[in-house]
Every structure is written in structure tokens, then in C-alpha cells.
């Protein structure tokens, strides 16, 4: 479990992160939030990347404060979005030096090598060079990197940005299995893979949480989807009825998606995390849980 309260943080002066209090149980979450939203920043901040300077965080009974740093990371870990390789390195080395950073028991560390090789499906690549590896599979080996020792909580940022469907697959079997009894902390601008994967989710827009709860409650709770097929004059007048989340042009006609909280003459459609999503992206605002 994580809890934080008042935590805010300035970033060159440009970008404050503001989450005022915020627990987030056990289990698989997402962290939902545009490009440059903050999520990356709060990743660094719990995984003791970027120093704490304002509010309390405290992770599974430890107060994230630089005395408890060695305990925090040897029950966390983080998986960074970018991240690459030593040249020359064979999978196995890749996973063998970081499990000496990790400062894992030597005698251990072969067996657990090839257990998480198994988990993520990569046995067979073992001895391949890492960086000869596919966008996709150096994306599982991130993974295997981050679950060698068996952490309690796991913050995985964008862990399927740019990967082809197959690999994307691959990689949410691999989160599936790894997270019982743990928490992971899912960041992605991917509204697929928390559909897939989070029964919680948590909206992070410019700094700031604007839903933390059930994704279902989310998708509840947010605003109607309607479809109008309108002709191109009537464009600028029906814009102003709501969020416009998709157009569709049939020959003189248009298709229009729309998420508003009126109540409209029109065809309704079922509400998605995606509609609930960009409504709340485009209009800044919050949802009850």
C-alpha cells in the first residue's frame, strides 16, 4: 500500500504535481494521464529517483525519507519507459548484473535468472545479445529486470508504448501473472491496457488527480456518449452540446461522437473508461467516485 498526503513538487519552476492525499491498495492500478501530466515525476518520487522536498509518502509502512531509501528499493521497483543496454551483453548477463545491483543472494541468482526468463516468456533468448533485441522483447527483458527480486510493488511506466498487439499481449499475461498479492502501478496514455488489466485507476491531468477509485465506478459515474449524424453546417452548433470524441464523414453527413452531461435527443451509446476519459482531459475536470 501506498499513502501520500500533501505532496507537491516543483519542476524548473514550470510544473508543480499536486496530490493531496491519495492510499493505493494492493493490486493492479492504472495511472492514467496525458504526455507531461506528471506521471513519470511520480514514479521517480517513489522510487526514490527524485528526493521527496514537500508532503508524506509512506510505502508499505516505510516513510519514504532518505534513511529508509535501501529498505524502500528492495521492496520496489521500477521499470522506466526509456532504456537500454550494455553492448555485448547476452540476455542473461543483462539479468545477471542487474540482480548483483539488486544485491540478490549469488547463490540464488542463476535459478531465479531462469525462472523469470520463463515468467516472461524469453527462455529461448537467454543468450541472444540484448541489444539485438526486438522494441518488444527488450520490453519483456525490462520487466524481467524489475521482477528478479520479487518486489512487493512494482511502477511500470509505459510498458507497452510501441510495441506491435502480439507483444503488447504478451506483456499484460506477464503483468497478470506477477501480480498477486502486489500492487503495480501501471503508467500509461494507453486506455487499452487499463481496460485490460485495472480494476483501479487514477487520472493524473497537468499535475493534478482528477478520479482515484474503481475503473468501474469511473466509466459509471462520467458523462453520456451520444451519436448525432448531422450535416458539416451544423458543425459550430452542435459543438457547443459537448466533448466531440469522434467524427465520421459520410458523404454531405457527419458521424458525431459526442460525451456531454445534458441530457440529448440523440443516440445513446455505452460509456467506455475512453469517453469518461477524454471528457474529463478536454473540459479539466473531475469525476465522483
Keep these: 500500500m501506498i499513502e501520500i498526503k500533501n505532496l507537491k513538487f516543483n519542476y524548473k519552476n514550470k510544473f508543480q504535481l499536486n496530490i ?67 553492448p555485448k551483453f547476452s540476455v542473461y548477463e543483462v539479468l545477471e548484473y542487474f540482480a548483483i545491483l539488486k544485491l540478490m543472494d549469488k547463490s540464488i541468482i542463476s535459478q531465479r535468472i531462469e525462472e523469470v526468463l520463463t515468467e516472461v516468456n524469453m527462455l529461448d533468448y537467454k543468450n541472444s545479445l540484448a541489444t539485438n533485441l526486438s522494441g518488444g522483447l527488450k520490453r519483456r527483458l525490462g520487466f524481467a529486470i524489475s521482477i528478479l527480486n520479487q518486489p512487493k510493488i512494482l511502477l511500470l511506466d509505459e510498458p507497452t508504448a510501441g510495441v506491435d498487439p502480439k507483444e503488447r499481449i504478451e506483456m499484460r499475461n506477464s503483468i497478470k501473472k506477477y501480480s498477486k498479492g502486489r500492487l503495480i502501478l501501471i503508467s500509461t496514455h494507453i486506455v ?58 459520410i458523404d454531405d453527413f457527419m458521424e458525431i461522437t459526442l460525451v456531454s452531461d445534458k441530457t440529448l435527443d440523440a443516440i445513446e451509446k455505452n460509456k467506455t473508461l475512453e469517453s469518461g476519459y477524454l471528457y474529463v482531459q478536454n473540459k479539466n475536470s473531475f469525476i465522483k467516485n
Excluded at 493490486?27 to 496525458?34: A, D
Excluded at 465506478?217 to 449524424?229: G, H, Q, R, T
Design 20 to 86: 493531496p492525499d491519495l492510499i493505493i491498495n494492493d493490486g493492479i492500478v492504472g495511472l492514467l494521464g496525458t504526455n507531461g501530466s506528471g506521471k513519470t515525476t511520480f514514479f521517480k518520487i517513489l522510487s526514490t529517483i527524485l528526493p521527496l522536498k514537500n508532503g508524506s509518502i509512506n510505502i508499505n509502512g516505510l516513510n519514504l525519507t532518505a534513511k529508509n531509501y535501501s529498505k524502500i528499493r528492495s521492496i520496489l521497483s521500477y521499470m522506466p519507459q526509456n532504456f537500454d543496454f550494455f
Design 192 to 249: 487499452e491496457d487499463i481496460e485490460n488489466l485495472c480494476s483501479d485507476v487514477i487520472i493524473l491531468l497537468n499535475g493534478n488527480v482528477k478520479y482515484a477509485g474503481k475503473t468501474n465506478n469511473f466509466i459509471e459515474n462520467s458523462p453520456s456518449v451520444y451519436i448525432l449524424k448531422i450535416k458539416n453546417d451544423e458543425f459550430e452548433k452542435v459543438k457547443m452540446l459537448g466533448e466531440i470524441i469522434n467524427i465520421k464523414y
